[in-house]
């Protein structure tokens, strides 16, 4: 701050002395100001300047450039080359990094153009920049076009295309240059070994994780603060929890980043208990916690529901002033509607200044998990009404509303709604389309949804057959059931218990049984309690009850007391008393407090006794 004071005193007395129109007191003006942010105080500088030259060109746009104003930075790029004045080498480092913070794909190839007519091509300083640039304007063919034509690629070169093929998740070709670097015999720096690591993290292989961890040890660079928090995040991540709370607890001196990783690992693998345990700890050592931290740890008291935790970081949080933080207040959201406490969720989203798609999505699961579908009917309308534009998560959440309480009106509007914004329809939404019409009795329009999509798979099928299994669409159902096996699908177990629930309902014993025994041989599923409740509700109907009782008495699964009361229910309609008393005792057995059972019971023995026997 003193060479700022020392600088505007500078300029204090080049007013006075009316020399502040000096081109090179003005340009080494603009670059002080620029280097300390005061982006309008060196625009104000230039603007007053009545002789511009490439120096002081070079400071504003450099400065720009250097303070993320691309676009400003290309404007006046844009300006000088119009008047006349050929940039330097200096200037074409600042306007090609303006390129790559703005991603402008065109400017960059002219630039780049312009460096070539230039005969800059060859400096490995401006190679790198441009290297640098195509990879974040997004075209990393051209940045490794670049790269290969270099003769003597440095350390700078090797780190910018790497961590350009990591920003476009390309990580088998970040190996592969990770090890041509090694038979180069280049020794890969801080900034490589940070690519090399997010590379790691995001394929998970361990190999290569326990490769690049060994070399950072050889580089004597596991205590830098930075890389010990990378190796933390990337071994968390990878769920070797051993390894990263060895590196966490021989951490001498921790910072608010390194809990940060360790405890978004946690939460990551929905380990809440440790992340909140973790957190506790984190509160003896920092004493301001940032947002990543808050939304973390909500995270976790989401996951293990743990009500008070939530409303004492609440209060922190306010305390705070960030109440009204759209990311906190939609973890604060997500937190208490998995708590159950829906009105304390709603209460924070309504006190958020500014809404975005995620306070919105937040607030709509919220809703749909406490079966609340009114409540997120009436909230995406509110969000219409705002001008809130309609995303994927979201329409996701208003079709799931909709097909639970049967909205056929609201489900097509939502429909109408893909159409009009022209999202894409992939096969996710695809299926949400499919079994809210079925659940809302429109099958024709799920068939019209599932033969539009390209790429179904087993979920579209068995919304499909889920829905025709609801209405009894028995024959339907097991047409399906063959078509998606000649389409090479497998149906899975969720599937079949649709298949065998419309059995049960149309009375089609054998077919079923037929169904149970091929998913079981043909398929290698294991019947759940589902399915053999299934099977035992489909012979109880149709009066099969010695084969439905040596069903349950043969089956490896222990069957719930739901099977034992159909059969005894059957019972009561073939008038058999002394299978009925066998059915009840097992019913009281599994579960003493149905009161069904114990009313069925008493209606066979009055209809025995009625009848005599």
Known sequence: MDSLFYGMTIHYQSTFHNMESD??????????????????????????????????????????????????????????????????????????????????????????????????????AVANTIIDMYSKCGSIEEACKVFRRLVNPNIVSWGAIISGYVQHGHYEAVFQYFQEMENRSVQPNRVIFLSLLQACKNTGSMKQAEYVHDQIKSEDLESDSVIRSALIDMWVTLGEFQTACKLF???????????????????????????????????????????FVYTCVLKACGLEQTFMEIMLLHHQIIDDGLEKDVSIGSSLIDSYAKCGVVEEARRVFDNLLNKNEVSWGAMLAGYNQHNKELSALELFQKMLQDGAEPDKVRL????????????????????????????????????????????????????????????????????????????????????????????????????????????????LAEEGYQQFKSMMLDHS??????????????????????EAEQLLENISLSPDSLAWTSLLTACRTYGNLKFGKHCYEHVIQLNPSVSSGYVTMSHILADAYLGGT
Not at 534 to 543: P, T, Y
């Open 396 to 507: 996701l959440c208003v079709l799931k509303a909709c097909g639970s309480i049967g909205t056929l009106w609201q489900g097509k509007l939502v429909h109408n709604l893909i159409r009009i914004h022209k999202l894409h329809m992939d096969v996710v939404l695809g299926n949400a389309l499919i079994d809210m019409y079925a659940k809302c009795g429109e099958l024709e329009e799920a068939f019209t949804v599932f033969s539009t999509l390209q790429d179904r798979d087993i979920v579209s099928w068995g919304a499909l057959i889920s829905g025709c299994a609801q209405h009894g669409l028995f024959k339907i159902v097991i047409l399906l059931l063959k078509a998606m096996q000649c389409e090479g699908m497998r149906p899975n177990d969720k599937i079949f218990s649709s298949v065998l629930s419309t059995c049960s309902h149309a009375g």
């Open 23 to 124: 081109v090179i007191i003005g340009s080494t003006l603009i670059d002080l100001y620029m280097k300390f942010g005061l982006l309008m105080e060196a625009r104000i500088v230039f603007d007053g300047l009545p002789h511009r030259n490439v120096v002081s060109y070079g400071a504003i746009i450099v400065g720009y450039a250097q303070n993320n104003h691309g676009h400003a930075a290309l404007q006046l790029f844009e300006h000088m080359l119009y008047i006349g004045i050929q940039p330097n080498r200096v200037i074409f480092l600042g306007v090609l990094a303006a390129c790559g913070s703005e991603t402008a794909l065109r400017e960059s190839w002219f630039v780049h153009d312009l460096i070539v007519r230039n005969g800059l091509n060859s400096d490995l």
């Open 525 to 546: 599923i294991l019947p759940s309690t589902e399915h053999i409740n299934c099977v035992v509700d489909l012979f109880s109907r149709v009066g099969c009850l010695k």
């Open 249 to 291: 607890d021989d951490t001498i001196d921790r910072n608010v980043v390194t809990w940060s990783v360790m405890l978004s690992g946690y939460v990551h693998h929905e380990q809440g208990a440790s992340a909140l345990e973790l957190f506790e700890r984190m509160q003896q050592s920092v004493s301001c916690l940032d947002k």
